[in-house]
């Protein structure tokens, strides 16, 4: 410091103010001046990890994560009265085990069944879950892994596989998987896409819009393959079709779009990312998963949608959820391709295995026979008719929703939603949603822009004069707090979440999170 402070006596102190604040203007203009998003993350990366190593910082980190740990834990509502963290040493009486089971399913029903749940359970009427779960009960043994032992569960699949590619206006080479769910589907076509590339290229990059579902980049970090988000229009939300045409180079095997988005239900240009993926002769993914049960009825019910699936010529394959607006028991989906050869590179095959001959056309194994069946049998009790009917409920509601937020000042909606999907924001939006919740709702907090999104299911259908008027009377509340806003809800955790510069603290913190949520509250030394 010494001889520092004698190198620098000949100078002004302004003159050092100058060129210090000229150095650091120089270096955060060069810094907003990167494009390439990947070379920007591993900078910051790099920047906050020196950052976090210095003396004493590297203890604040850890004192702020312990008290992260602790307002995430608040969030659970887990009952630990009489929790089994080994074994009982004596098996617990069948009808008391299910008594005990009963009173928690209450406790966890208490939370959704006012309808107030965006998203999440889709239908929850009785008679049809009881419709499931005899459905799952009567193959609750069967395994698709040995189709020789329960050849039913292969009616199901393929039917079901069938009915949804039908639904989606598949041609005649459409073949498709049934999938534990959206990820398992996303991760499967990409899978196949990289396979079936392999001779093209060993360093596969996929370009989707930044909106799209987190499972691909889950499948790209899996699979180690290079994803490329492209920043959405900042009006209508749909994907900059310039930037995606610009980052597609020849080691692109895969675009992507969603019909609706998760974030902002959103449905993006697809016929434009076709028509790039055909002129490329590349891939083109279609995730519909959270809209694929109800665009093509809304469609019929002459709303503004528009074509998203196998009737566009480049799309090549399509994820869609049953468990989600096809009101099957959670844990099944369906991933649908183009043509079998593209299928084919999704499969895993060991013809060299001790064991014997081993095939399965997605990651599991063994497989639940019960959620297929349940599957099925929801798909055909609902028939085209039952699923208009929800369609037009969630429709209709949506649409008034809309109309609501439009009215109340202050709110705006983000892009144009086309269905079920309807994300908003306004000033302190997360102190909005703790008060949202304190009148029962359970909205979904999103950031980039700080937002709120309902998803409209069956069983909110209705509920749109309801919403407004929480909505409305929250906002007032805010308004009405602004100098002494709580701090016993989620907004101080999204707010800090969401402004944080260092993404790779955030992603710790959540790893914390997950710690959290799968580590037993107690470690008892014997059994009981």
């Known amino acids: 410091m010494d001889k520092a402070n004698d190198y ?21 203009l060069a810094y907003q001046a990167i494009t390439d998003r990947d070379f920007k993350d591993k900078l910051n990366k790099k920047i906050f990890r020196s950052i976090k190593s210095m003396p004493g910082v590297s203890d604040i980190v850890k004192k702020e994560r312990a008290k992260a740990k602790v307002e995430l834990k608040k969030l659970f509502k887990t009952d630990v009265s009489n929790a089994h963290y080994t074994l009982p040493l004596k098996g617990i009486n069948h009808e008391e085990l299910i008594e005990e089971m009963k009173s928690l399913a209450k406790v966890d029903e208490s939370h959704w069944a006012d309808s107030k749940v965006s998203g999440c359970v889709y239908l929850g009427e009785k008679e049809h879950t009881k419709l499931l779960n005899e459905a799952y009960s009567l193959f609750s043994l069967s395994n698709p892994l040995h189709p020789s032992v329960f050849p039913s569960i292969r009616k199901f699949e393929t039917e079901t596989i069938s009915m949804v590619s039908n639904m989606l206006n598949a041609h005649s080479k459409v073949v498709g998987s049934l999938t534990s769910g959206g990820t398992e589907s996303i991760f499967m076509a990409v899978k196949a896409y990289r396979d079936f590339y392999k001779d093209r290229t060993d360093r596969p990059e996929i370009v989707v819009p930044v909106t799209i579902h987190a499972a691909f980049d889950k499948a ?55 028509k790039l993926a055909k002129e490329f002769d590349i891939g083109c993914h279609v995730d519909a998963c959270l809209g694929g049960f109800i665009l093509p009825f809304a469609e019929k019910l002459d709303y503004d949608i528009p074509v998203f699936d196998f009737r566009i010529p480049g799309v090549t394959s399509m994820s869609i959820d049953t468990h989600k607006f096809g009101y099957a028991a959670k844990g099944t989906s369906v991933v649908l391709f183009g043509n079998k050869k593209l299928r084919r590179a999704m499969y895993f095959v060991a013809p060299n295995w001790p064991g014997g001959i081993y095939a399965s056309p997605t990651l599991p194994g063994s497989r ?57 924001t306004c000033d302190n939006i997360f102190y909005v949603n703790d008060y949202m919740s304190k009148k029962g709702w359970h909205l979904n907090a999103l950031q ?25 009377d929250s906002i007032k509340l805010v308004k009405d707090n602004s100098g002494s806003l709580p701090k016993d809800g989620t907004a101080p955790i999204y707010g800090s979440a969401h402004s944080v510069p260092d993404r790779e603290m955030v992603g710790t913190i959540l790893s914390d999170f997950i710690d959290e949520l799968i580590t037993p509250d107690y470690k008892p030394s014997q059994s009981t």
């Open 8 to 28: 620098l006596k000949d100078y002004q102190p302004a003159k050092l103010v100058l060129a210090t604040a000229g150095i650091t203007a120089a270096s955060i």
């Open 220 to 274: 790209c970090e899996y699979l180690k393959i290079r994803i490329v988000h492209i920043d959405v229009d900042p009006v209508s939300y749909k994907v900059d079709m310039a930037a995606m045409r610009k980052a597609i180079n020849k080691n692109t095997i895969l675009v992507a779009g969603s019909a609706v988005n998760f974030p902002h239900g959103i449905i993006d240009p697809i016929e434009e990312i076709a």
């Open 368 to 424: 639940p026979g019960g959620l297929v069946a349940a599957c099925w049998a929801s798909l055909v009790a609902m028939g085209n008719d039952g699923f208009l009917e929800k369609a037009k409920g969630v429709m209709e509601t949506t649409k008034k929703i809309i109309k609501g937020l439009q009215s109340l000042d202050g709110i705006k909606i983000i892009g144009d939603p086309k269905a079920m999907v309807v994300a908003f």
């Open 448 to 472: 980039r822009p700080n937002s709120l999104h309902v998803c409209v299911t069956a069983k909110m259908i209705g509920m749109d004069s309801l919403f407004i008027q929480d909505l409305k």
